[in-house]
C-alpha cells in the first residue's frame, strides 16, 4: 500500500512539472505577452514540483531502509529459532550411552548388550 502511494505521488509530481514545462514551451508562442508575464510563476512551480519530488524520493528511500531492517532483523529470528533446539521447559532427549549417566540400552528381553545387568 505504501509503494501504492509512493507511485501515485511521484506520478502527479511528474505531471506537474510536464504541464509545467509544457506550459513554459507553449505559452511564448501563443500568448507572447502572458507568457513573459507566466514565466516567474511557471518557474516557481515547477521549482516546487522538483523540490516535492526530491523530498518524497528521499522519505520512500529511508522508509525503504528501515523495511529492510525490519525485514532483517524477522528473517534472523527465524533462523535463530529453527536452529536452536526446541526449549519450551522440556529437557531435550539424551542420546547415547554415556548421555548423562542414564541407563544403557537393552535387548529384546531386557538385557544389557556384552551380558551386564
Known amino acids: 500500500m505504501a ?3 509512493g507511485k501515485t505521488a511521484i506520478l502527479g509530481v511528474a505531471i ?3 504541464v509545467g514545462i509544457g506550459l513554459a514551451v507553449l505559452a511564448p508562442s501563443v500568448f507572447p505577452q502572458a507568457a513573459r508575464a507566466a514565466r516567474p510563476y511557471a518557474k516557481k512551480a515547477a ?3 522538483l523540490v516535492a519530488y526530491l523530498r518524497a524520493r528521499e522519505g520512500l528511500a529511508e522508509f525503504g531502509e528501515f523495511a529492510e531492517d525490519v525485514i532483517a532483523e524477522a528473517r534472523h529470528e527465524i533462523v ?3 536452529t536452536a533446539p526446541a526449549t519450551n521447559g522440556a529437557a531435550a532427549p539424551e542420546t547415547g550411552a554415556g548421555a548423562g549417566g542414564g541407563a544403557q540400552p ?3 528381553g531386557g538385557e544389557t548388550p556384552g551380558g551386564q545387568g
Open 3 to 5: 509503494g501504492e502511494v
Open 16 to 18: 506537474g512539472i510536464g
Open 47 to 49: 521549482k516546487s514540483g
Open 80 to 82: 535463530t529459532e529453527r
Open 106 to 108: 537393552q535387548g529384546p
